[in-house]
Each structure stands twice: as structure tokens, then as C-alpha cells.
């Protein structure tokens, strides 16, 4: 009679520097279709420069 284990959450937190946000937005998504929950945390600097740039995986 025991619980279900809770699912795996992850935190993805991309290092601001040049070639670090592509490769952890692709980790992420890898990880979503997998069945991982996944948080994307992004800097505002980040998001201004790959505006329109970032697709999201559907939820």
C-alpha cells in the first residue's frame, strides 16, 4: 500500500555565455519528451536575444 514515487523535476538554468542556452534548451527538451517535468530558467538577457528564436515544446 504504498505511494507512487513523484515524478523527476528538473532545473535547467543555462550559464549566460555564448553556446550554453541552445544546447541546455535542447537537454530540456530531450528531457521533456522523455517525461521528465522541466523548469527553463532564463536570464532577461537571454530571452531578449533569442526572442522569437526559442521554440517551446509543446506542453
Known sequence: MGT????AHVLVFP??????L?????L???LAGAGVH???LHTDYNLRRHRGGLA???A
Request: glycine share 4%.
Open 38 to 40: 522541466v523548469t527553463f
Open 15 to 20: 550559464w549566460p555565455i555564448q553556446g550554453h
Open 56 to 58: 517551446m515544446a509543446p
Open 4 to 7: 507512487a514515487p513523484a515524478p
Open 28 to 30: 530540456a527538451v530531450a
Open 22 to 26: 541552445n544546447v541546455m534548451l535542447h
